[in-house]
């Protein structure tokens, strides 16, 4: 069955530090793996995907997540993190069989950027 | 407006009253996801429409649980018989297509609360 782990509930960083928020999978095939941000009273908006080619993928507002097949992991990076960053952080993934295209979620991790 | 609209924004219903959710996809966009997200989750899949067919229902909850979108554009999700475990966040995304290029855009969701 797919899933997806995000291990930390929250993750607390300061302002202009490098932030990392963690997420493995498990799905048959070569997955297919996206992270949303979550703001407040807010749909989820996309910030990046990885589908093939170069394992670093770079996104929305400064973002990058690097896919990582042997340890089936996908984490949401940023070299220096800003208060407005502070959100719920989605991980998500779509097996390549899947003919719906529906994403399977992780539980969401809260991101704490303090000034 | 561009985005995916959802209405109500928030809904209150006394348990066993119908209640029925709206809504609008991205103009053009063929697939349309129906996402349950309880309280401190992830969102879980509910059904998938491509045009106007549903072509998976497999996550929606019980048969009190039903969804159409009758022209391929606006959808309905309606939930009979309103049970307290209904309450939760329900989001309804978009896509261009269902190919895995074509990330998902989220509505704001409609909050409902059975009381």
């Known amino acids: 069955a797919q899933s997806v782990a995000q291990p930390e509930d929250q993750v607390n960083v300061a302002e202009g530090n490098p932030l990392t928020v963690k997420c493995t999978y498990s799905v048959s095939g070569n997955p297919y793996l996206f992270w949303y941000v979550q703001y407040p009273n807010r749909g989820l908006q996309f910030l990046l995907k990885y589908i093939t080619g170069d394992n670093l993928v770079n996104g929305s507002y400064g973002f990058e997540a690097e896919f990582n097949k042997s340890q089936t992991s996908f984490h949401l990076k940023k070299p220096s993190a800003l208060v407005s960053d502070s959100a719920l952080y989605f991980c998500?993934?779509?097996?390549?069989?899947?003919?719906?295209?529906?994403?399977?979620f992780g539980q969401g991790t809260t991101l704490q950027v303090k000034p | 407006g561009a985005g995916v609209s959802q209405s109500p924004r928030y809904k209150v219903a006394k348990r066993g009253q119908d209640v029925a959710l709206r809504c609008d996809p991205i103009s053009g966009h063929v697939s349309l996801f129906w996402y349950q997200q309880a309280l401190g989750q992830g969102p879980e899949f509910l059904t998938y429409f491509q045009n106007e067919a549903q072509l998976d229902k497999s996550g929606l909850p019980s048969d009190r649980f039903f969804a159409e979108r009758p022209e391929g554009s606006v959808s309905t999700l309606k939930i009979q018989r309103t049970q307290q475990e209904d309450s939760a966040v329900y989001l309804c995304?978009?896509?261009?297509?269902?190919?895995?290029?074509?990330?998902?855009?989220f509505g704001p969701g409609t909050r409902l609360t059975v009381l």
């Open positions: 995304a978009s896509s261009h297509d269902r190919g895995p290029y074509n990330e998902q855009f």
């Open positions: 998500a993934v779509r097996a390549p069989s899947s003919n719906t295209g529906k994403l399977i």
